[in-house]
Structure formats: C-alpha cells, structure tokens
C-alpha cells in the first residue's frame, strides 16, 4: 500500500507508461513506509525520450530568447503557486523538514527558472572587427541534454539544470535520482503547462542504468550530473565515447575556518547551517570546521546548548528542524562513520546515535552529531560521510589552516569567519573550492556560478556562468574585400 498514485514517465509533453514494464518503490524515509510506484525506463524509454528532445530541438531552438524566456518564468509561477503542495512531497520523499522544504526547495527552483527566463533573450555572440572583414560568434544551444540527479534536493537540482538548459535552447531529458524519483514530474508539467512544446523537456525514472543509457545515447549532446564523485568519474568517462559535454556537480569534504577574531554567534550558527541542515544531506557542508586554538572552548561552549534545542523528530512537523536520512542503507553508512571515528579515536561530544522513540520509530533519524579529531588523517576527516556529522579540528595560524583544509581531492565550498578584512580575502583567494563564503556558509544565490573544482566537478550551474556551460560558440567570418584569401 503507498501513499500516492503511480508515477509515469514523462515524454513528448504527456505521461506514458515505461515501456519496459519494470517499477520501482520510493520510500518515505520518516516511516520506512512504501511512498509511491514508479515507472522505470530502460533503454527503449530513454531512447523514445531522447528521440522527443532531438525532435523538439529545431522547434525550442528556433523561437526567440524572449519567447522561451516568458515560458520559463510562468513555470516558475505555477512552481510557486504550488510550492506547498510539491513541498509536501519533497518532504515524504526525502526526510527533510517541511519548514526547509517550504523555504528553499520549490523556491530556488522558481528563482532559478526566473533568473534565466530574464536571461533567455540577452544571450547573444560578438562581433569582433577584423579590418576589412568582420567576424561574429554566434551562441548556439547545444541540442539535447541529459540532467541527472541526486536525492537531496529533488525538484531544485531539477530546475538548475532545466532553467539554463532550456533557456539556451536546449531541449533535455532529465532523470532524477531513483531514491527521490516523485517530484521531477511536477516541474515537466509546470513547464507543459506554460506553453513549453513537447519533447523540450522529458523525465526517465530509474537508477544507474537508466543513467548509463542515456549518457550512452549518441544523440545526447551534453550530461549534467549531480551526484558523488565516483558516479561522476563513471559518467565521464561514459560520455567521452562521443565527446559529449560535461558538468559534474559532485561531492564534498569542505572546510569552514573559525579565526581567533571570529563572531563567535555567527560562526556557530554557520558551522550548524553547514552540518544540519536537511540532516547534513548538503554537497557543499563545511564538515570539517577548523577552529582556532584560543577560542576552542568559548566556540564548542556556545554551540553545545544550540544542539540540543534541535528538534528531530516528524518532517512534516513545522517545528522539526533535523528530519530522516535518506535511506536505511544511508543511515547505516552514517552510523559506520561513528563507529570507524570512535575506533579511529576521535573524541566524540555529542550525538552519533539513531532515534527510535516517538515519530522517529520507524524512520532512519540520527542525532546531531559532534566528533573533536586530533589528525586530519582520520577517514572521518577526509571522507564524505553525507550526514549529520561534524568534525572539529583545532588550528593555530592561518597558513597552517589554509594548508590543512586545502589538503583533500575534493574543492566543492569553503567557509572563513573573521573580522580581519585583508585576511577575509587573503584566504578566500588561497582556498582550493568552487565557491567561498566568508562570515556565511551554504548561502546559494541563483545570481552567483555554483560548481567544484578539483574532484568536485567541473562546469558551473546558476549565475552567468551557466550560460557557458550550455551553448556553444560558432565564429563567421566574414569578408568584405572582393578578393577571396588565397595562399596559393
Ligand atoms: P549518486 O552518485 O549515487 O547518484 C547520482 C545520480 O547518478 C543518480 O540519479 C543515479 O541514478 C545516477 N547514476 C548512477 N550511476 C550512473 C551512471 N553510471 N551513469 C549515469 N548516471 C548514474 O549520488 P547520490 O547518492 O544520489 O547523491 C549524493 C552525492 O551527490 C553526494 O556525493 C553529494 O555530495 C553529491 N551532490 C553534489 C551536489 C553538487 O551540486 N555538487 C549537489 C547534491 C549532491
């Protein structure tokens, strides 16, 4: 018995049954409970999805940037109008709590459908003058994308990668991650309902293999995924058989560095923020927060009575503030970490263990979880863990802390609290991340590029930069002599 109505596949502008045949359970993860059935596509479904976005391709292609751009923002506006609805589901299919859900998930979605709607019809080449012949560049879209996803902010991850697509002139078939597999199809009705043709953008549900199919698929021009980085390194590979193009948004092990001037407040409500937030389920979590020996003790003082006012228990629960973790399996890999850091023998100071009283009796729900480590050695400093599971590591100058938290493949986000203005930019320019806060951590504007470097991933979503990532420049020259260049 579950809870919602069977999921189709979206293709060509309507819902259709996986030819496949195959389905699948999402769980809700506050219950344990089966949530909803979905349709899984196999590789004749990705096929007749891909055959739909190449179709759509000279239509969606061939209108202005203006026209595309108002069909992307009154998407956007059905999201909105539905953002409690979707939220609802957002919330059963991932743990996370609804005061989050209401907040962030639909709305940088929104946003981010509206931030590139504004810029649909302001992508344009150059003109670049060449004394007696001119050349200009034109911006041409791409073709079809793939969009696959992870699980920790469904429909968002969704709209970053169908907003600036699609703005571009793209058309995609997007696949959401197996384990949060309910919402995407909202966004594909929203947009079909604000006019978009069909074909211009299409959901295939399943796991790997769907995945893999439609990054084999020869006519896919690019793949952009969000996932860990070994999934990442696979897609890659996969799509270099036909050259296609990339962005990988991949994991993390950020750095968030307290300095000796740091506000104290504020650098714990970050370093929470950058740990508990949606269960510590974030990319981009500063989960490895350095701290500087001489305010070790007022920063674990004031952030100690903080934890405990946290309140896990029912996601659906406006007063919730730590929610489920996605999975059983999850959870267990997550309680494996406090295990191996115990073993390991960091010093742990709270948390780091499952709840199974009240709403959280059959649900995957861990506590807050604080460990103290004397070695950055330790695998629960230099591993993702993808949970509620801070690291304090103590520090005590700034080019010590610069090269500890710059000692890791991966260089998603990095965090710095100081009041020391030339320091503040000092590090932020020395750090090895994507993007660096400074006195904030996890603030994800739709206006600023968002992407890793090192094992991060490659490419950027969100911001100008996206615009980059999903067209492709062609440069004409022309002459205007009445003689044609000859060597010869
Ligand atoms: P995952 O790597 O297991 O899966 C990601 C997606 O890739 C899923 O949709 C999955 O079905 C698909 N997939 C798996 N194998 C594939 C293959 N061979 N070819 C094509 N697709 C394939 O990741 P997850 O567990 O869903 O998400 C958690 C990870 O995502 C964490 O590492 C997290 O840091 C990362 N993440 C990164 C960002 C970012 O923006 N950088 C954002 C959210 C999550």
């Known amino acids: 018995m579950t809870t919602l109505d069977p999921i189709p596949l979206w293709i060509d502008g309507r819902a259709v049954d996986a030819r496949s045949g195959r389905t699948f359970i999402s769980e809700n993860p506050a219950t344990g409970k089966p949530l909803a059935v979905i349709q ?16 759509a391709f000279p239509i969606w292609s061939g209108m202005t940037g203006a026209e595309r751009g108002r069909i992307l923002h009154r998407a956007a506006q059905i999201l909105r109008a539905r953002n409690d609805a979707i939220a609802r589901l957002e919330v059963l299919d991932t743990g996370k709590p609804i005061a989050e859900a209401r907040v962030v998930d ?40 793939a969009g696959i996803g992870a699980w920790n902010y469904p429909i968002q991850i969704a709209c ?4 600036p697509a699609l703005a571009c002139g793209n058309t995609m078939v997007f696949k959401p991650s197996e384990t949060t ?14 006019g ?34 070994p999934t990442g390194k696979r897609a890659m590979a996969a ?54 020996r001489r305010i070790r003790d007022a920063f674990v003082d004031t952030m100690m009575p903080r934890i405990q006012r946290m309140r896990i228990g029912d996601p659906l629960d406006p007063e919730t503030t730590v929610g489920a973790l996605i999975s059983r399996v999850h959870m267990e890999k997550v309680l494996g970490y406090v295990e191996l850091g115990l073993k390991e023998g960091a010093k742990l100071l709270c948390g780091g263990a499952r709840v199974t009283d009240g709403a959280c009796a059959d649900g995957w729900f861990v506590t ?42 991966f260089g998603l986000a990095a965090g710095l609290f100081t009041r020391d203005l ?54 004409v020259f022309v002459q205007l002599g009445d003689v044609a260049t000859s060597f010869l």
């Open 106 to 145: 639909v709305t940088s979605g929104a946003d981010c459908l509206e931030f590139f709607a504004g810029l649909a019809a302001a992508i344009a080449g150059e003109h670049i003058d060449l004394g007696g012949a001119f050349a200009y560049t034109r911006r041409e879209p791409l073709g079809v994308c």
């Open 422 to 475: 030339a320091r503040a930019h000092r590090v932020a320019a020395r750090l090895e991340a994507g993007t660096v806060w400074i006195n904030d951590y996890n603030v994800t504007p739709i206006e600023m590029p968002f992407g890793g470097v090192k094992q991060s991933g490659l490419g950027r979503e969100n911001g100008l930069a996206a615009i980059e990532h999903y067209t492709q420049r062609k440069s």
């Open 239 to 292: 799509a270099a058989e036909t050259l296609k193009h990339v962005t990988m948004e991949l994991g993390g092990k950020s750095p968030l560095l307290v300095f000796d001037d740091a506000h104290i407040e504020n650098a714990v409500s970050a370093a929470l923020n950058a740990n508990f937030y949606t269960q510590g389920e974030v990319c981009s979590n500063g989960t490895r927060v350095f701290v500087h």
């Open 160 to 163: 970053w990668k169908a907003a």
């Open 181 to 194: 597999p309910v919402t995407a199809i909202e966004l594909a009705k929203a947009l079909a309902e604000a």
């Open 196 to 229: 978009a043709p069909p074909g211009v953008f299409n959901i295939v549900q399943g796991a790997a293999e769907t995945g893999r199919a439609l990054v084999a698929h020869p006519d896919v021009a690019k793949v952009s995924l969000t996932g860990s980085v």
């Open 368 to 409: 807050p979880t604080v460990f103290e480590a004397l070695d950055d050695s330790l695998a629960i400093v230099r591993e993702e863990i993808f949970g509620p599971v801070m690291t304090l590591l103590v520090f005590d100058d700034e080019d010590e802390a610069v090269a500890r938290a710059n000692a890791t493949p």
């Open 40 to 55: 899984e596509a196999g590789v004749e479904d990705v096929g007749s999805a891909v055959a739909a976005a190449k179709a």
